[in-house]
């Protein structure tokens, strides 16, 4: 059984007549940024210049066009960034004329209120800043890229999901979620985090892309880059360390999957440069991406359900 | 009306909301797994970690309902908690699947699938046949207003005599259903057995019995109302979520209406109201950030500029004036009560319809229903956790609404604790209850 990887009709069909897959779920994730714009004080869009949030930024500035984005951006920097990332959240900062919050795992290092695991990994320890740079800025509404086919605690998630004061998710407790009405009530110190993709899929969101032209990082291009082997990923060198003794440090053609932390996320073998061809990969892909490429899902059976009871997305 | 027929979208819907329902250990799980495994959309990776957790459990095949038990209380009790929203996709249309649990306590999450479903799966044992879970299950599909059906009984390969188990159990079912007021043709029954996948993806040569098409041939072609169709077709329904002023310098003077048409269509020219206040005006372009639009249907989300300076706030309803329903601010309507602390007359709450909240005090409690028997009992004293009832509400602010079984998208709201902000209730405007009790669904 093939599943439809076909570039769609470029844009949006303005004598109204169609309306595929890709229209519904946009019309959907508009409806939600305008319902938390008139319900809630002060939300914020977590971006952390991966494709799901550069997706997410990018439907959010058409939800409220002509008219500038009314939240400000956030993003939680664990020091292990790929460069093209950061420079990439920077550039689309200024195109666009946002505010930016950046909340720095390395200040909460330098300070003593976090320490440095032991293998390295950076992205656990981004639920403290997080938390915080929320509570600091009183943010009442959190807007992640989240998909619910990413993971199966995910899938479970709403569309709106409520975190108590310490950012904690309660999967036994969860609001019914009835219709397109969602109910944002929260009591002070309580938020809301809100996720405006839920219904989009890995390859939904590659056809978005590549209907709607989205600029994205370009790490998610074909490039030539200096990597190592490590557990089957291909990781890039950096301030995370790596290679040690035994890992070959070799030029090859590879792009990435997701954007995360630099010392758990892997790029692939890659010679897709371009939408199309990253459509054709990823429907023949056996693996998924996180599967691929994320380390830190492959902890345990419910990582990503630890992490999201501690306050994580 | 021709007019409204003309605007109809004309391509194929490619995207299927669907949800599963069903009692306990009738293998949901594992039929939303194996619908998954049989669409390819399962990767390589998940399907390892599910052999490797089924080996670990000591299972010689691997278990599919693994695949979509994410929780750890889940994997523990083997047992689903709650809604899951599933993905998958075949050459002809994209799924989403809301897969709920069938644990009585769980009621509410089974409402919570079903209330934006166009087409639910009902599971059923064969071994078992129609419970009263069933029964009660299927009266909640009907007062949601579900359009469409598949009675999937599963385990058929366990029976002594399937094809009269089959038969009979379709039989009862569609008895069931024709009282429910649902037409045959909306009903599919298929037997299955989501462990071996018979009559999932693949035709079952152990079921000659059967000739109709397989699970998934079925949610392929099955057709999907859009909501300008059907026999209860109502004019544009637009509920303003937010006023856009931009103020600035290329844009000083724009005043969009921000919102996703609820019901019908709009096309620049349109005459429409502005409720509940009644001011009339027309629309004159239907904006989007990729450019104007000619016409814009049920479902889609759009900004409308209006002709007049009007008055126009987040919580109006702009409307076709012919047939545009009345502002009210007391009404009968129907709710699936979804809280562990019962409703009392007298209670206030806060009433979301739309994109208006607005304070409300609930009335009488007019009748509970008995699912089972589908009668009712008139002037109870409270309303229970899983409770369906009907109940008089007046509110502070008038809400524009239509009947439900008019229109599921204009005529549902919520209850809310105005204390901890708790979902409470769902709630049908106008009497859902003797609709189903006629038997007259939308």
């Excluded at chain 2, 059906?149 to 089959?166: G, M, R, S, W």
Aim: proline letters at 5%; a negative charge.
């Amino acid at each position: 059984m093939t599943i439809d990887i076909s570039l769609p009709e470029p844009r949006l069909q303005l004598d109204g007549t169609k309306f595929d897959t890709l229209d519904a779920l946009e019309s959907e994730a508009i409806h939600i940024f305008r319902e938390v714009a008139g319900e809630f004080e002060r939300p914020v869009i977590l971006f952390s210049g991966g494709k799901d949030s550069t997706v997410l930024l990018h439907l959010a500035i058409k939800a409220f066009w002509p008219a500038p984005l009314p939240f400000a951006l956030l993003h939680v920097d664990t020091g292990h960034n790929l460069q093209e990332v950061l420079d990439f959240r920077d550039h689309v900062v200024a195109k666009y004329n946002l505010r930016l919050h950046v909340a720095k795992v390395e200040d909460y290092l330098a300070d003593g209120r976090l320490t440095e695991r032991p293998d390295g990994i950076r992205n656990p320890l981004q639920t403290v800043p997080l938390l915080d740079a929320i509570a600091e800025n009183r943010f009442d509404a959190v807007f992640g890229g989240a998909r619910r086919d990413e993971e199966r605690a995910r899938a479970k998630e709403r569309i709106f999901s409520l975190r108590n004061a310490f950012g904690q998710w309660d999967p036994k407790k969860q609001r019914p979620e009835l219709w397109n009405l969602y109910n944002g009530r929260h009591s002070p110190g309580e938020q809301v985090r809100v996720f405006p993709l839920s219904n989009f899929t890995e390859l939904d969101i590659w056809r978005y892309i590549a209907r709607d032209n989205v600029e994205l990082a370009s790490i998610y291009y074909a490039h030539q880059r200096p990597v190592y082997q490590r557990d089957g990923m291909w990781m890039t060198p950096g301030v995370w360390g790596g290679p040690t003794e035994g890992e070959e440090l070799q030029t090859l053609s590879v792009r990435y999957r997701t954007v995360g932390d630099g010392s758990t996320t892997g790029a692939v073998l890659s010679d897709a440069a371009d939408n199309e061809a990253i459509l054709a990969e990823v429907a023949a892909s056996r693996l998924t991406e996180r599967g691929a490429t994320r380390g830190d899902d492959r902890v345990s059976e419910a990582a990503m359900e630890d992490r999201k009871r501690e306050g994580y997305f | 009306m021709s007019d409204l027929h003309e605007r109809s979208p004309r391509s194929e819907t490619k995207l299927l909301r669907l949800a599963t329902a069903g009692s306990v250990d009738d293998g949901k799980s594992t039929l939303v797994g194996r619908l998954l495994y049989d669409t390819k959309s399962v990767l390589a990776d998940q399907i390892d970690a599910v052999t490797r957790a089924s080996v670990d459990k000591g299972l010689s095949t691997p278990d599919l309902s693994l695949l979509v038990d994410g929780l750890r209380a889940e994997r523990e009790q083997g047992i689903t908690i709650d809604v899951a929203y599933r993905y998958f996709a075949t050459p002809r249309r994209s799924f989403v699947l809301a897969d709920t649990p069938g644990h009585v306590q769980y009621t509410r999450n089974t409402v919570s699938g079903a209330s934006t479903a166009q087409l639910v799966i009902l599971l059923v044992d064969a071994r078992k046949g129609v419970i009263s879970q069933t029964r009660k299950h299927a009266a909640v599909l009907a007062l949601l207003g579900v359009p469409r059906l598949v009675l999937a009984v599963n385990k058929i390969d366990l029976v002594e005599d399937p094809a009269q188990v089959f038969a009979d159990i379709t039989a009862e079912f569609r008895s069931l259903t024709g009282s429910l007021g649902w037409d045959d043709a909306d009903v599919q029954a298929i037997p299955v057995s989501a462990l071996h996948g018979d009559n999932v993806a693949v035709a079952s040569d152990n079921t000659p019995y059967y000739d109709g098409p397989t699970l998934i041939e079925h949610l392929e072609s099955v057709p999907v109302d859009s909501d300008n169709e059907g026999k209860h077709a109502v004019g544009l329904r637009f509920p303003v979520q937010y006023v856009i002023r931009p103020r600035t310098a290329e844009f000083p003077d724009y005043r969009g209406y921000a919102g996703q048409v609820a019901a019908g269509s709009v096309v620049p020219g349109d005459e429409v109201v502005i409720l509940p206040s009644g001011t009339r005006t027309t629309v004159t372009r239907i904006d989007t950030a990729d450019g104007e639009l000619d016409v814009a249907h049920a479902g889609r989300s759009v900004t409308l500029v209006l002709a007049d300076d009007v008055d126009v706030s987040r919580g109006d309803t702009i409307a076709a004036p012919a047939g545009a329903p009345e502002p009210i601010d007391q009404f009968d309507a129907t709710v699936c009560w979804l809280a562990e602390k019962p409703l009392r007359p007298g209670t206030r709450l806060l009433l979301k319809h739309g994109t208006r909240t607005t304070q409300a005090i609930v009335g009488a409690l007019v009748e509970r229903l008995d699912e089972q028997e589908l009668t009712s009992e008139l002037s109870p004293e409270t309303l229970e956790l899983n409770e369906i009832g009907k109940i008089s509400v007046r509110v502070a602010e008038p809400i524009v609404a239509d009947d439900y079984t008019v229109n599921r998208h204009t005529g549902c709201f919520l209850l809310i604790d105005p204390a901890g902000g708790n979902t409470l209730a769902a709630g049908l405007v106008g009497d859902a209850i003797a609709a189903v009790e006629l038997g007259d669904r939308v």
